[in-house]
């Protein structure tokens, strides 16, 4: 008798799995990766604070097909942390016990051991594609001046041939829910949301494509705040092209952010009106297994001369160079997650006063590369790239004395173990400007080098 009902619940359970497969079928994709770095000075201080440090992070995001036009798309992190970490309330890499970190840490970069970041649906109707839900947010055209994230978001997207048009809505802050310290809950006192309203167009041509991006932040979340009830409206015009002519592969990116930075609901607070740029350009030459090409990038800045302008992208609009890699060491955005805790949460730099962080706001940074295919599985490639600060900084009311960030070398071999699974040397030296130097001229500096490996796959 017992036989007979195991039997039973086994082909109970084996139509009831059986149900489901077929209620929806799932396709899987996703990252893992381990690197390992050594850090010299990533401070730039006269007395060299060197850090090392092993991180990972585990990536999944499964796509539900409901039916023909209509999925659920979700994403999460597992696991994304330093080894050995104790940031998890006292437990030195207790996974037997899931918490969250202490939020007076100081390490905001630092997540859960899982955490769910998308969660969206997709449909499609006669008119259009929409998405609704958390999904990413904070791309457009080329990396330059994009900092991905995962924010909750109603898109709809229509296609007309070759051309693209889509509207976006956004929300970046909602007052009713807040309760962090500076956000009290006063929704039913004033309007303190920040929403953002976009609108874009793209065309697709033989060999690239070409789009413009209107954006409309409406930002109110500083007014019921104490530090002054002021409001933002912010405008940000983005056009790009992607093209590829024979060898020759280049893209280009201008920004435009203007408005009103901040504007006051009563005295004694100083309005001020936005109007930042910025300009990216690559150019890439393939000859075979050999390439080479160039970058240059460059941000407005804003050196504080004038209280009613506000002329860098510093101001609450969301824009930063996160996703542009420019080095291995330099404006590393990577490589600032990596040393959360325990290292410098602030990019480069820092020990005197300046430091130069993975947005890459103000500055103008220009480099030259060149790789070469060893193997179809071998790729080893050189970057060279300047740097300095668009405009001088102040210090306690002082000018810094340079605006020189200094020169990065970096080397970096890339071997294919499987088609899915790659081994990445690579070994950075940035010889640090005077700009590190703050508003002494006396102050030291020293050099920085960084040496790390990286295994990574993605399914």
Known sequence: MKKFLVVLLSLGLIVAFGATASAADVKFSGSYYVVGWYADNQTLAGDKTSSAAIWQRFRMQPVFQIAEGLTLTARFDAMEKGWGSDDWRGKFDDMNLSRKQIPASGSPKVQENFEFERGYVTFKTAIGQFDVGYQSSGKWGTDFLDDEKSRPRIKFQTQMGPMVLGFVYEKQFEAYYASAAGYPNQSLKVDADNDNYSIYAIYNFTGGNTGLLYKYTDNNASRPTAAGNYQSRLHYLAPYVKATFGPVYIESEVDWLFGKAAEFDSA???????????????????????????????????????????????????????????????????????????????????????????????????????????????????????????????????????????????ITAKYKIYDNLTYMLGAGYLWAGDAFKGNNNANSVSNDYLLMNRISLNF
Not at 316 to 338: K, M, P, R
Not at 380 to 404: H, P, R
């Open 268 to 410: 004694p607070g100083t309005d001020k009106d936005a109007n930042a740029w910025g300009a990216y350009l690559k150019a890439r030459v393939n000859l075979g297994p050999a390439y080479f090409g160039a970058a240059g990038m460059w941000t407005s800045g804003d050196d504080g001369s004038d209280a009613t302008k506000k002329k860098d992208w510093s101001n609450g609009s969301g824009n930063g160079s996160q996703d542009l890699d420019v080095g291995l060491i330099l404006g590393n955005d990577a490589l600032q997650t990596w040393q959360q805790p325990g290292g410098s949460a602030i990019g480069n730099g820092g020990a005197n006063g300046v430091a130069f962080d993975s947005a890459k706001y103000n500055s103008l940074i220009v480099s030259g590369f060149a790789g070469f295919d060893v193997t179809p599985k071998l790729n080893i490639e050189s970057v060279l790239l300047w740097a300095q600060l668009d405009k001088k900084v102040k210090i306690a009311g002082i000018d810094i004395v340079s605006k020189d960030l200094g020169w990065e070398l970096d």
